[in-house]
């Protein structure tokens, strides 16, 4: 995440972080964009930004619609 933001030039506000477990946990908690499944792990739950629903109902319709929908 830290190469991301420093490769395209931008802040941790234009990234979006996304993960479920407790790898994840380290870049969930460097973005305040940052979004886990409902079925996390209750730590990695707790880092997070915002919680979705689970991995098994479209996480990713979710994200669309919770940071881009506006846009559309």
Known sequence: ???LIDKLG???EELITAGDSGN???M???TSNSIVTA??????????GHV????DEHI???IINKFFYHLL
């Open 1 to 3: 995440v830290k190469f």
């Open 10 to 12: 931008i802040t941790e």
């Open 24 to 26: 994840d946990t380290e």
């Open 28 to 30: 969930i908690k460097m």
């Open 39 to 48: 079925n996390a792990i209750d730590y990695v739950k707790s880092v997070a």
């Open 52 to 55: 979705g629903c689970s991995n």
């Open 60 to 62: 990713v319709r979710y």
